[in-house]
């Protein structure tokens, strides 16, 4: 996406479309070094159903001249994607905070990611609300307009007849507006979670030894894999 739009736009779609990812990938792997999950029918539906939303938003990331394109479709599908990963994750700390039995810390901090994912989700869902209005809204814009057009065309090909007028570039007239909200609200989303998130480890539970007791154990030698990376 940086090599064919080397520019802040790119930047812009670059952080907004793959930080979402990023996020849940870290999120993943957070929770599967403290959890597992029960082995039945219910609970492997869940992660097929969890792996279709990821790779929906994968699928779905395009150009940066194809996701501002407000008659496209892709923005509004990815941004509709991240809400149901955001969905699915608030489901999951629901359960460890209503199945979890004797271990109170891990309610706790199955509690605290819930508020993450609440926000994650309110800020994706306008973000697909917005590209839904707008992919819509210029759908039955053509369809109002395809009789006017056709009168229109009807006009110059008659005025081409009679030497009255020479003919007129509809095509050219047409000028696409680009929409930058729905990735500002979903950059918003992941990097708000992750400001969120340090903000409450570093300054407030730490300050208690909170920051121990809620996010250990952890994937060590994944998360520094990463960071090395």
């Not at 670059?14 to 609970?43: M, N, S």
């Not at 110059?156 to 696409?176: H, K, Q, T």
């Amino acid at each position: 996406m940086l090599f064919y739009s080397p520019s802040a736009e790119g930047v812009l779609y670059f952080t907004g479309l793959f930080g979402p990812i990023l996020l849940e990938w870290f999120q993943r792997t957070f929770f599967d070094a403290r959890f597992v999950w029960g082995d039945d029918p219910f609970h492997k539906m869940f992660e097929i159903v969890h792996l279709c939303a990821l790779s929906s938003a994968a699928v779905h990331i395009r150009p940066v001249s194809t996701m501002t394109d407000p008659t496209q479709i892709e923005m509004f599908d990815y941004s509709l994607a991240v809400t149901g990963l955001a969905l699915l994750n608030m489901y999951r700390s629901i359960e460890v905070m209503l199945t979890v039995d004797g271990e109170d810390a891990a309610k706790r901090g199955e509690k605290r990611r819930l508020i993450d994912f609440f926000v994650q989700l309110a800020f994706y869902l306008a973000a697909a609300v917005k590209s839904g209005i707008t992919y819509y809204g210029s759908k039955s814009a053509d369809e109002n307009d395809f009789g006017n057009r056709g009168l229109e065309s009807l006009t110059n090909a008659c005025s081409r007849i009679l030497n009255l007028a020479p003919e007129r570039d509809l095509a050219a007239e047409v000028a696409v507006e680009k929409d930058h909200i729905p990735i500002i609200l979903c950059l918003c989303g992941w990097s708000s979670t992750v400001v969120f998130y340090l903000f409450r480890c570093y300054f407030f539970e730490k300050k208690f030894g909170w920051h121990k007791k809620y996010n250990v154990p952890m994937n060590i030698g994944t998360l520094l894999h990463c960071s090395w990376l």
